[in-house]
């Protein structure tokens, strides 16, 4: 698979970096429950919300790095059935986290 210009240049970004993304997914209303139970088990994942609004479930992820996260997403979330739709938002910066403020 080749590289979009976008993805060489969120590789460079994100290179050797630890990733941190929200995604947010909308799925089957009837598969909410067993997908954010089949999410939670993965080491990546450190934080599972069922939610209303415009998604069904967010999930927090961390990775060491890009292409690691970019593996996560194209191979496995977008492959989990019932999941129709997704959108994926990367963290650019950590203000406060766990109750701790961060100061840069």
């Known amino acids: 698979m080749q590289n979009s210009g976008l993805d060489v240049d ?54 060491p790095d890009y292409n690691e996260f970019q593996k996560y997403i194209l191979n496995r979330l977008s492959k989990i059935s019932g999941v129709r739709d997704s959108k994926t938002m990367m963290v650019v910066s950590i203000k406060k986290e766990n109750k701790r403020v961060f100061v840069e």
Do not use: Q, W, Y
């Open 10 to 63: 969120l590789d460079r970004v994100f290179d050797r970096k630890i990733v941190t993304a929200l995604v947010g997914m909308r799925v089957e209303i009837n598969r909410v429950e067993n997908i954010a139970a089949e999410i939670v088990s993965e080491p990546h994942v450190e934080d599972v919300f069922v939610v209303t609004g415009d998604f069904d479930i967010i999930v927090k992820v961390r990775f």
